[in-house]
């Protein structure tokens, strides 16, 4: 039978138990094709729960206007970045999509017109993860782009709709960084575990939050000080977070991974939510 026919069949029934959610710091590209601490984990992280029906990415490597969801039969592979080796160029995810999970997350939610998109694909943000997670490439993945002209406190309360999602067996995972400057990278010491001392403050201050459930304390970046803003220059790889912290019940536990800085100004601290 047609892998794409396979996927129509599955009408995403509700399971007995919800699949958790994941927030992954993503780090560098090439994460992707690396066999390290973080990727590692992002493998081992997935072991720990059931296979799931399909995973819906929300990536900082796709910022529009308005929200769309990937519709397509077999996504392509986005290799959106420069300056890697040619060996990350060349890998290709597989990986099919689902149109039918795509119109019911466009039916999900309810406070925003979501496009069905059929152009874009998976991009660094969604493959350099889950292609660690399901090596095998067959688990439907399927990305969920973020308005980038909305508040944080807008794509919390969007992803507070997709919670059903958790019950049919998708996993949802925002990928992103919680500390992200760029500009600060200390690129002789790029693959180094350490932070400067703002990016550590500001992950040890993320991180209580979190754990202590206290996210109207994340919509606002200015009441963080002036460490928040050198970890939030711009929010593209922050928004992601908003989307996994959304789809926590307040009965969820909160196992936090691969809690580290890299390079001195990005953290690849990431969290599991269930």
């Known amino acids: ?81 420069g300056g890697f080796p040619q060996e990350l160029f060349e890998v290709e995810y597989p990986a099919p999509g689902n149109p039918e999970l795509a119109k019911q997350i466009q039916n999900e939610i309810r406070t925003a017109e979501v496009g069905l998109d059929h152009e874009w694909g998976l991009d660094h943000g969604a493959w350099t993860v889950v292609r660690h997670m399901f090596p095998e490439a067959d688990v439907p993945v399927l990305q969920l782009s973020i308005d980038y002209h909305k508040p944080a406190q807008y794509h919390y309360n969007l992803a507070q709709q997709l919670a059903n999602l958790r019950k049919k067996g998708v996993l949802i995972i925002g990928s992103g960084n919680m500390v992200h400057n760029l500009r600060m990278v200390d690129w002789k010491h790029i693959d180094a575990n350490f932070g400067f ?58 196992e936090v991974f691969n809690n580290h800085c890299v390079a001195g100004s990005l953290s690849m601290t990431s969290v599991k939510i269930g």
């Open 1 to 81: 039978m047609d892998l794409a026919y396979k996927n129509y069949l599955n009408d995403f029934k509700e399971r007995d138990e919800k699949m958790p959610a994941l927030f992954i710091g993503h780090g560098s590209p090439m994460n992707g094709i690396r066999e390290n601490e973080f990727s590692k984990a992002w493998a081992d992280v997935v072991k720990t729960m059931d296979v799931p029906s399909a995973v819906l990415v929300v990536s900082a490597h796709w910022l529009t206007h308005g929200s769309h969801v990937t519709a397509m039969d077999f996504p392509k592979t986005i290799h959106d970045f």
């Open 197 to 254: 001392d703002w990016a550590e403050e500001m992950n040890a201050k993320f991180v209580e939050i979190i754990e202590k459930k206290e996210h109207r304390k994340l919509f606002d970046l200015s009441d963080l000080g002036e460490a928040g803003k050198l970890a939030v220059p711009t929010p593209d790889h922050y928004f992601p977070l908003m989307y996994s912290l959304g789809l926590q019940d307040f009965n969820d536990q909160i």
